[in-house]
């Protein structure tokens, strides 16, 4: 894993699988800066694939209040999602486990591509909440019509 995301090696201790409202993304917690990240798309997807997750998520504790996270969509067009609310909350929970971060977290995502979102992830067992504040992206009109 460290290979597909570009991440130094030794600094990726497990990878974890979660299922949120149908999406799978498979997280990946590290203690190596992200921001430079150079991931290989073609085994990521493999990675991807073989536990058929959506996306692949690499989270950094920057302190006990915020994360700092990017996820990685391979095979799709788009490469990098600038803010994952599917894979927030699983961030939450996993940082609590893993470092004892607090209950309210911020997770930073985005920055990279110039996209920066905050999200807010109240991460208590039975009280999962996720929400925020994102850079808008497009804006348009759509039409429904009956068939």
């Known amino acids: ?27 990946v917690p590290t203690d190596a800066a992200i921001g430079r ?9 493999a990675a991807a694939r073989a536990v058929r997750a959506t996306g692949v998520g690499v989270v950094r504790r920057v302190d006990d209040a915020t994360l700092h996270a990017r996820v990685f969509i391979p095979g799709s067009s ?10 927030a909350g699983p961030f939450g929970v996993l940082a609590r ?24 992830v109240h991460a208590e067992a039975g009280n999962l909440r996720v ?15 009956d068939l």
Do not use: K, Y
């Not at 570009?6 to 497990?14: A, F, I, K, M």
């Not at 971060?101 to 997770?107: Q, W």
């Not at 929400?131 to 019509?145: D, K, N, P, W």
């Open 37 to 45: 990240l150079q991931p290989d798309v073609r085994l990521l997807g």
């Open 78 to 87: 788009v490469v990098e999602d600038p803010g994952t609310g599917s894979a």
């Open 131 to 145: 929400g925020g504040a994102v850079s808008a992206f497009a804006q348009g009109i759509f039409t429904l019509r």
């Open 1 to 27: 894993m460290t290979t597909a995301l570009g991440l130094p090696t030794g600094s990726v201790r497990s990878a974890h699988a979660a299922e949120i409202g149908g999406t799978r993304h498979l997280l």
């Open 97 to 120: 486990r893993l470092w004892g971060t607090n209950v309210d977290v911020v997770i930073d995502q985005g920055v990279e591509m110039g996209r920066p979102c905050r999200i807010e």
